[in-house]
Each structure stands twice: as structure tokens, then as C-alpha cells.
């Protein structure tokens, strides 16, 4: 049970649903666990929640806004001050909007937070990871993104009639897109990365449905926990010290959407994501396009 003794797990959206019990999970197991939430105050009640669980975890709460560049520098900074070292990142956080909305830097929410959001976190945070190799990183995707389609024209839904469903799956087919593009590049240097489905399971991004048909739809669906368990082995299991560039679901390998297959596509979003966020070109973009072509 303390086989993560020693390591440093971050779980982004860990004060509610998935995000909390893979915290937990994560802490049982002997690790010391970043709670990254928006809301301090909620963090902190999450933290507590763990510790009346778990009977003695090792917890840190740190703000992190996923809509917000400032945010999610601020908090690569106070992790590398505070604890200098990253083993496991959980980009669990995620979010679902029944009408269009931006984010502090300007994007559409859904597209900004999910993925964008997840995107500059993760690449900002690589140094670290790359330092305390072998490490993991695991992206929490959804079943829908079998349903998504990127509008390169208009990912934002600047343009065109904003939609929830098709915002939602948009963005976590970029989460895998995402994904494979990232294991590539971290290939040899001891990172591991790989995305999972959860289930379909009652969290909190049902917040907008009305509460009569949260209270039926939640009837059906997975708990938190049984959600949190395929992001936990992922992170952990020593059956996958190497695998990356996966897309699991309940705890096996999946294969991916054939949209989310597409090198030219994974390749096509990282340099869009780059060009948005204001990031400068990777080392060697021009092969990689080659090579996508």
C-alpha cells in the first residue's frame, strides 16, 4: 500500500469527483499529493475529507486556474520551490458548459480549460518530470472523444453556433491528440504518458443540468472512486513502466479514435496550442511536420 512512498503526485480538480479520489488513492499508496484547485477554500475541505478517510496522508493544496496563463505559471513555480521534484502528473480537470464562455485569457472555455489549460501545465512542468524520471503523466479523456472533431477554421466556436456535446468532444479528442503528440516527444527521456476514459460517472460537471435530472442521471452512473480507478493504475502499475502513448479504458488498452490516430493532426494541434498560448515553435517542428506529412 505505500508503494508510492517517496514520489510527488499532482491531480489537477482534486477537490471534487474523480480529481479527489484519485487523490486519495494516490495518497493511501504512500505518495505526497498536490491537490491543484481553483478554489483554495475547497481544496482545503478536500484535504480534510482525505485525511478523516486515510487516517494520515502527506497533502499539499496549491491554487491552479487552468483558464489562466498567470495561474498556471504561478504554479509551476511554487511546486518546483516547494517540493523540486514531479513523479506522477493527473490532468483530471475538466470542464463542461452549456453555453459558450472565455476563459481570463480570451479562449473559449471548454477548448481553453481542457485542453489548452492541460497543454501549457504539462509542457511548463516537463523539466521537472524529465528530472525526476522515470515519471508518469496521465490525461483524463472521456469516451466522447470518439465523437469529436477539431474545426481548425474555428476551434473556439467563434464563428459557428457554440454546441456542449460537440465543445466537450472537441476538446478531449485534443486530450488524446494531445497525448500521443507528447509521448513522442518525451521518447528516451524516462516520461510516460498516456490518456484514459474514466467511465461515464457523477461528478460535478453535471453542475448545469437541472437538479431533477442530475438526481436520475446520477442514478445511473459510475462513483467517483470506480472513475478514479483507471487513472490510479495508470499512474502506478508497474505493468506499465513502459508503456506511453496509450488511450485506456477501464484500466486496459483501448484503441484511440481513428481521428485521434492521425500524426498529422496531433502534430497540426500542438502547433496551433503553441501558437495560441504564445509559445515559442519546438526543436525540430519542420521534421515533425515532415514526417506527419
Known amino acids: 500500500m505505500k508503494a508510492l512512498a517517496g514520489k510527488v503526485a499532482v491531480v489537477t480538480g482534486a477537490n471534487t469527483g474523480i480529481g479527489k479520489e484519485t487523490?486519495?488513492?494516490?495518497?493511501?499508496?504512500?505518495?505526497?499529493?498536490?491537490?491543484?484547485?481553483?478554489?483554495?477554500?475547497?481544496?482545503?475541505?478536500?484535504?480534510?475529507?482525505?485525511?478523516?478517510?486515510?487516517?494520515?496522508?502527506?497533502?499539499v493544496v496549491l491554487p491552479l486556474d487552468l483558464g489562466s496563463r498567470r495561474s498556471i505559471r504561478t504554479f509551476v513555480e511554487l511546486l518546483n520551490e516547494q517540493l523540486g521534484r514531479l513523479d506522477i502528473l493527473v490532468n483530471n480537470a475538466g470542464l463542461w458548459t452549456r453555453t459558450r464562455q472565455t476563459t481570463e485569457d480570451g479562449f473559449e472555455a471548454t477548448f481553453g480549460v481542457n485542453h489548452l489549460g492541460t497543454f501549457l501545465l504539462t509542457t511548463e512542468l516537463l523539466p521537472l518530470l524529465e528530472k525526476s524520471a522515470p515519471s508518469r503523466v496521465v490525461v483524463v479523456s472521456s469516451d466522447l472523444h470518439y465523437r469529436g472533431k477539431i474545426d481548425w477554421s474555428?476551434?473556439?466556436?467563434?464563428?459557428?453556433?457554440?454546441?456542449?456535446?460537440?465543445?466537450y468532444s472537441q476538446s478531449k479528442l485534443a486530450n488524446v491528440l494531445f497525448t500521443k503528440a507528447l509521448a513522442r516527444r518525451v521518447e528516451g527521456k524516462g516520461v510516460f504518458v498516456n490518456a484514459v476514459h474514466p467511465g461515464v460517472v457523477a461528478t460535478e460537471l453535471t453542475r448545469e443540468l437541472p437538479s431533477l435530472l442530475q438526481k436520475i442521471w446520477h442514478l445511473f452512473l459510475m462513483t467517483p472512486e470506480q472513475g478514479a480507478a483507471t487513472s490510479i493504475h495508470v499512474a502506478m502499475s508497474p505493468a506499465l513502466r513502459a508503456t506511453t502513448g496509450a488511450y485506456f479504458e477501464r484500466s486496459r488498452v483501448k484503441v484511440a479514435a481513428k481521428a485521434a490516430l492521425d500524426v498529422k493532426a496531433q502534430e497540426r494541434l500542438w502547433e496551433l496550442s503553441e501558437r495560441l498560448l504564445g509559445l515559442s515553435p519546438s526543436a525540430n517542428a519542420s521534421a515533425r511536420r515532415d514526417a506527419a506529412a
Open 23 to 59: 487523490a486519495k488513492g494516490l495518497a493511501e499508496r504512500g505518495a505526497t499529493v498536490v491537490l491543484a484547485v481553483r478554489d483554495l477554500a475547497k481544496g482545503e475541505a478536500a484535504r480534510a475529507d482525505i485525511l478523516d478517510a486515510t487516517g494520515s496522508a502527506d497533502l
Open 154 to 167: 474555428d476551434p473556439m466556436f467563434e464563428r459557428r453556433a457554440y454546441g456542449a456535446v460537440a465543445a
